[in-house]
Each structure stands twice: as C-alpha cells, then as structure tokens.
C-alpha cells in the first residue's frame, strides 16, 4: 500500500506561482511512476505531468507546458510540481498519484494510488 499526502496548495493571483509537493510512504518511492492530475468542478479529472522513477522521462499536457515542471526526490520520497504563470481556469484539486511500474504512466485510470488533493485556486 502507498499513502500519498499533498500539500503547497492555496490562493494566487493569476500570473502568480505556487509549489506542490507529495509526500510519500509504504512502500520503495523510486519504483513507481508518478503524477500530477487536476479536477475542476464539474469537469473531468485530466492530466497535468507524469514522471517516470528514474525522472529520466517526462510528459506534460499541452496546456501546462513551458509553464509547469514536475520532479520528484526519491531519496526524500517526494513529488513536486512547480507552476508557474497560473491562470484562474486552472483552479482545480490537484492530486498526486502513483503506480509501480518501471514505465511512465499517462492515463489518468491506470493510477491506483491517488492521495486526498490540494486544492489550488487562482483569481483574476
């Protein structure tokens, strides 16, 4: 079992930057494929960034790139997500998600381990 516990969510001004992390535990962190998902009310859960053990690949959604940059220490057992040049249609839950695999993993479905969300809310 892994638990998953987000955090660095909050308000912003559009424009403005936030950094999220997800802490992990229960099991060996540097095994695991690794995400950033986002759900905004009414809407679908989609894609932010994934990242694979190793870090060695990364993907991003279209709309996130340039912008947004995932890493991940596996030492400390730790997910980050730095965004920047937030818009207020990116208000949404972030939520961390996690699959062993030594692949990287892009379908939202195909996580089965997901934490509680943080939330993120960016005003115009």
């Known amino acids: 079992q892994v638990h998953l516990v987000e955090s660095g969510g909050g308000l912003v001004q559009a424009g403005g930057s936030l950094r999220l992390s997800c802490a992990a535990s229960?099991?060996?962190?540097?095994?695991?494929?690794m995400g950033w998902f986002r759900q905004a009310p009414g809407k679908e859960r989609e894609l932010v960034a994934v990242?694979?053990?190793?870090?060695?690949?990364?993907v991003y959604a279209d709309y996130v790139k340039g912008r947004f940059t995932i890493s991940r220490d596996n030492a400390k057992n730790t997910l980050y997500l730095q965004m920047n040049s937030l818009k207020p249609e990116e208000t949404a839950v972030y939520y961390c998600?996690?699959?062993?695999?030594?692949?990287?993993?892009?379908?939202?479905?195909?996580?089965?381990?997901w934490g509680q969300g943080t939330q993120v809310t960016v005003s115009s």
């Open positions: 990242i694979s053990w190793s870090s060695f690949n990364k």
């Open positions: 229960g099991r060996t962190f540097s095994n695991y494929s």
């Open positions: 998600a996690a699959k062993k695999t030594n692949t990287i993993i892009e379908k939202t479905d195909e996580y089965n381990y």
